[in-house]
């Protein structure tokens, strides 16, 4: 820190001050951001709670195992006692810490372990994900909106074609396609199996929501008198870019990093779901209720507590980007989706 | 206007070709994926894939069955499929579809009102508590993932209380309006409902958005100087302007969802819609039906599209020349 007075008295606070002030007083922010740091740091213990709490293995079935209660040893899939009284049950929530807490699913694996596994890979998806629709987005529309004519007419079809290809229909046929087979081309190879697939998948889907309005705004920008001042004074393509039109559509990426995450999350869960996202023996939240799906009506716990730690982490999301973006850019509107 | 719509004509026509081009591709050029293999199944021997591969002329160059495709799908319309040799494509998609006509209408007009609704609502109460509950309700509508809302729903109205509370729930599917309209709207309830909280909360928080921000503009200020009231200018000019927004959004949801976008609400409830048929036919390799169906799809989201972009150009003419 430096005691100097400013030379020249500031009027008015920047833009980003302004901003930042403005989501520190916001109520939303801290409620959002206090909810994922919880699910992002229990979802990081989860090999923790394997190893030292729950001390199974979430993924490797144990149907003859065992577990113990008030002193006595109970098996962890019992003969059902219900209905026809045919088949096995897994063990209901226990309640208590270490001894399937909250029960087991159809192969007895322990359902808490695996939660906290699963939202490591759901978390995980959602954010790179979403990060790398940002990134491509943002380049895709810059340049478009930036060089206009025959660069713009063919990234712009590009993204009609993918616009107008139902987000689900589109990625439901990449994975189907890729994830029986994996991807081969040239140096680059994926096992059918790799978390990569669908995180390509999913970031390549959603590249039109984030390119067509930032091209918007960079056809904008370049008729504004700055961008026209360092045209004139001879600046180079690449300086223009990256000193006078990447920070003026920095807000809008900002505002759109947690709806996408939140977007690629849902898509995520929904492709595993349907067992085209997620292969196991990884595990998501979106595989979790698939598999809960035959426990449905007796054990609906194991369907119900991935779908709600979806809503909750979504939910957050979304109240963080509504802060992110009454401080950054009231005008700022995006379309969701699934 | 007219050159307007010829042109977005042809613009619609040129995505739909590239979309069937891109289907192709996915399934017959994707790097490291072999398409016979696919068709014949796991382990199938060396001469069962030469023969599959004779049988659906994957020995062909690609632009060749391309177009052969293309021809059997659009202008002799006797496409088969891969799967259940000999039959065609076209009458298992248009079986499909009333039944997803049927949901998606059902449900949008729940979430228009819905939408619509408590949208105009929460911005005309933007003082008083209702706006914030109203948020709350759109942001968890936006935020629930509709296959597992669904589960919730069956596990609720399936489950133990089928037996008292909900006996009048019948059993999961679909029935024909033309078989038993009762039942068929008893069977299209909670399906409804389901599908329609996700795009109520969207329609929400959108038309919210749009009135609040259109209560800041000029002509809004105009009508308050010259006395109008605020429930006046809410009702009569800020929720009618934020209806062109509302028109739009519309039709490119309502085209998604006729054209498939309703799968997971389909697969859900064992309603066997497009947006099934499309799963069932993605999962068994069935090129045909997928091509038949990703067409229809995006042929109706194009369509949408188009029909969007004329009526904003005919609302407002500065479109038109840009």
């Given at each position: 820190m430096t005691d100097r007075e400013p030379a020249v008295q500031v009027l008015s606070e920047s833009p980003g001050r302004i901003a930042r002030e403005t989501l520190a007083h916001d109520r939303r922010t801290w409620i959002a951001s206090a909810l994922l740091l919880f699910i992002v740091v229990l979802t990081l213990a989860a090999p923790l709670y394997a190893t030292?709490?729950?001390?199974?293995?979430?993924?490797?079935?144990?149907?003859n195992g065992t577990t113990v209660i008030d002193g006595q040893e109970v098996s962890v899939l019992q003969q059902s006692t219900e209905g026809l009284r045919i088949g096995v049950n897994p063990i209901g929530p226990t309640w208590r810490i270490g001894s399937y807490a909250l029960g087991a699913d159809n192969q007895g694996r322990d359902v808490a372990a695996r939660l906290l596994y699963g939202g490591t890979n759901t978390l995980l998806i959602g954010f790179t994900a979403g990060f790398l629709t940002i990134t491509i987005g943002t380049l895709l529309g810059i340049i478009a909106g930036y060089s206009g004519k025959f660069v713009d007419s063919f990234i712009s079809r590009i993204l009609d074609v993918i616009w107008a290809f139902p987000v689900y229909l589109l990625s439901i046929s990449l994975s189907v396609v890729l994830l029986t087979s994996g991807f081969k081309w040239g140096p680059i190879s994926l096992e059918s199996?790799?978390?990569?697939l669908p995180i390509f998948i999913i970031g390549l889907v959603y590249v039109p929501y984030v390119a067509r309005p930032i091209r918007g705004q960079v056809i904008a920008l370049r008729e504004r008198e700055f961008v026209k001042a360092a045209i004139g004074s001879g600046a180079k393509n690449s300086q223009i870019i990256f000193r006078e039109i990447l920070p003026n559509v920095i807000p809008s990426v900002i505002v759109f990093i947690p709806m996408m995450v939140a977007l690629a999350m849902l898509t995520e869960s929904a492709l595993s779901f349907l067992s085209i996202g997620v292969q196991p023996p990884d595990a998501s939240w979106g595989t979790i209720i698939k598999d809960g799906l035959g426990l449905l009506y007796t054990r609906p716990l194991v369907a119900l507590l991935p779908g709600l730690l979806i809503v909750i982490t979504a939910v957050s999301l979304n109240l963080l980007g509504d802060a992110v973006r009454d401080a950054l850019d009231p005008k700022a509107r995006m379309r969701g989706a699934v | 206007m007219i050159t307007f719509i010829a042109k977005r004509f042809s613009a619609a026509i040129f995505v739909l070709t590239s979309i069937s081009i891109l289907v192709f591709l996915i399934f017959f050029?994707?790097?490291?994926?072999d398409p016979a293999a696919r068709i014949a199944g796991r382990n199938a021997s060396q001469e069962t894939l030469a023969q599959v591969r004779a049988t659906f002329d994957l020995d062909k160059p690609l632009p060749e069955r391309y177009l052969s495709m293309m021809d059997h799908l659009f202008i002799q319309r006797d496409l088969t499929s891969y799967v259940n040799?000999?039959?065609?494509v076209w009458p298992q998609l248009i079986q499909a579809v009333p039944a997803t006509l049927s949901l998606v209408i059902g449900a949008s007009i729940i979430w228009l009102l819905l939408g619509i609704g408590l949208g105009v609502t929460a911005a005309g109460m933007r003082k008083s508590w209702i706006d914030p509950a109203i948020g709350v309700v759109g942001i968890i509508g936006v935020s629930l993932p509709v296959y597992w809302l669904g589960e919730v729903v069956n596990l609720i109205t399936?489950?133990?209380l089928h037996d008292t509370a909900f006996r009048w729930v019948p059993p999961l599917g679909y029935v024909p309006l033309t078989e038993n309209p009762g039942q068929w709207f008893l069977s299209l309830l909670f399906p409804w409902l389901t599908l329609s909280l996700l795009y109520a909360g969207i329609y929400i928080r959108v038309i919210r958005g749009e009135i609040v921000g259109l209560m800041q503009e000029d002509f809004v200020k105009t009508e308050r100087a010259k006395g109008a009231s605020e429930k006046r200018i809410l009702l009569k000019h800020s929720s009618r302007m934020s209806l062109i927004t509302v028109v739009s959004l519309f039709g490119l949801d309502f085209g998604a969802l006729v054209g498939g976008s309703a799968l997971l609400t389909e697969v859900v409830f064992g309603i066997q819609g497009v947006g099934r048929l499309t799963f069932t036919a993605l999962q068994n390799f069935d090129l045909p039906l997928i091509m038949a169906t990703v067409m229809y799809a995006a042929f109706f989201i194009v369509i949408a599209n188009a029909v969007v972009d004329i009526l904003y150009a005919w609302l407002d003419p500065r479109v038109r020349r840009g």
């Open positions: 030292y709490v729950s001390k199974t293995d979430p993924f490797v079935s144990s149907i199996g790799s978390l990569y | 050029a994707t790097p490291g994926v040799r000999g039959e065609e399936q489950g133990r």
